[in-house]
């Protein structure tokens, strides 16, 4: 039994005197190649990972949800037919759920339970959306919805962006919703539709935390946001998705200088997912690599996202033996970078890199070797009633 399974049974059974009758998980995640493409209706590349929210609970004979948290003091209490705003930040995705799947015409039912996370917050490794999704999957199986996971995916960027406010793209949810064990995911972000991808052999991922968490994020990214709405306005499109890199380069010497950096990472940062998936299909972890690093480049320098840490990981990380290689991830200005690397090289490349980083920067960096999972799930049903999993 993992570790926060054992952890959350126990602390329902010390609150509630009784087994939880739902164990659910749901994910975060890592984004391998693709970044800031999402709301431009382009292409990720995201995997599910070993870290993930934790929720154990039962469900409530009235229309009460009480959800207390191991890693937060307060609870969060609201009742379903009057789901207020509250200033804490968890407890609104909590409400932000109930509200946005009452919305949708879907009838829930109360419960009360206790959740914990060990994905850590700010790191851009989608700590809101394993929150989000681990409350979905609980509103769903407890009021026998069918389990979608592109659709619990929509409902829930929904409530991240209208009732926390938070006007982030689909990947996250995406991929907290839908990612499969050993593979990642390729999400075309304008249809939704997917395809699992499997690592190169003999590979492993390690998401390296500089430690290093930046405020303004929000503003900054709906900043990004705009610019790349004004690039694809010019070129006459919805979206950048819409314009090859041959029509950029024809006419991108009329465009403003910024403008045209925003547009080339994204245009050009699509072509590449689309060519790390070949890369990754054939086995060549070396061209998967030197993708990522393309990519990295392409944010620090085009798109303004990296940090200095940032950049200070990526290159030591690049340096290291066995690493084939790295880039942020995420949203940028802070948190982490991840890299790909040879899997019997990764505990001595996750040493030195942090012990580098340590010596050059004064910060201990956490590092992550992590594996790819499966998405949103319920792990322990003890409910004497026919399997909801839809
Ligand atoms: C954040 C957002 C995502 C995506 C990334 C950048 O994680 O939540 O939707 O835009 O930034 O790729």
């Known amino acids: 039994m993992n570790n926060l399974q054992t952890t959350i049974t126990a602390a329902f059974e010390t609150k509630f005197g009784s087994k939880p009758e739902l164990v ?4 975060g995640r890592v984004n391998l190649i693709g970044e800031h493409t999402d709301y431009n209706d382009g292409f990720v590349l995201p995997m599910a990972i070993d870290r993930a929210v934790w929720l154990a609970l039962r469900p409530r004979p009235d229309r009460q949800v009480v959800v207390h948290s191991l890693n937060f003091e307060q ?6 037919d009057d789901v207020g705003h509250e200033p804490d930040r968890w407890g609104e995705y909590v409400r932000g759920m109930a509200w946005v799947l009452q919305e949708a015409g879907h009838t829930l039912c109360g419960w009360e339970g206790i959740l914990t996370s060990d994905v850590p917050v700010g790191a ?29 995916a929509l409902l829930s960027q929904k409530a991240e962006n209208q009732w926390v406010g938070v006007n982030s793209g689909i990947m996250d949810q995406m991929i907290s919703a839908s990612g499969k064990a050993d593979h990642a995911l390729l999400i075309d972000c304008r249809d939704l539709s997917t395809q699992l991808v ?31 709405e004004a690039a694809a306005e010019f070129f006459g499109v919805a979206h950048l998705r819409d314009v090859s ?47 990522m690093e393309a990519s990295h480049t392409s944010l620090r320098d085009d798109f303004e996202v990296s940090s ?4 200070i ?27 790909l690397v040879a899997a019997d090289q990764a505990t001595t490349f996750a040493n030195s890199v942090a012990q580098k980083y340590k010596t050059q920067t004064g910060r201990k960096a ?25």
């Open 24 to 27: 659910i998980r749901a994910p």
């Open 75 to 80: 609870p969060t209490v609201f009742d379903l």
């Open 124 to 152: 851009g490794l989608s700590s809101s959306a394993a929150l989000e999704l681990a409350i979905g999957r609980t509103f769903a199986a407890l009021g026998e919805i069918p389990w979608r996971p592109a659709e619990m």
């Open 198 to 228: 499997a690592l190169p052999a003999g590979t492993a991922v390690i998401i390296l935390d500089t430690a290093t968490r930046r405020g303004l994020v929000d503003s900054a990214y709906n900043e990004r946001r705009s610019q790349c």
């Open 245 to 291: 890199l041959a029509d950029f380069i024809q006419r991108e010497h009329e465009l403003d200088d910024l403008t045209r950096r925003r547009a080339r990472h994204v245009i050009s940062e699509n072509e590449r997912v689309l060519a790390a998936v070949t890369a990754m299909n054939a086995g060549d972890a070396t061209e998967t690599g030197r993708l």
């Open 308 to 311: 200095e840490a940032l950049n």
């Open 313 to 339: 990981m990526v290159n030591l990380a690049l340096a290291e033996p066995g690493c084939f290689g790295a880039r942020m991830t995420g949203a940028g200005f802070g948190g982490c970078a991840v890299a």
């Open 366 to 390: 956490n590092v992550y070797i992590c594996r790819a999972t499966d998405g949103a799930e319920i792990i322990d049903e003890r409910r004497e009633t026919r399997d909801r999993r839809g």
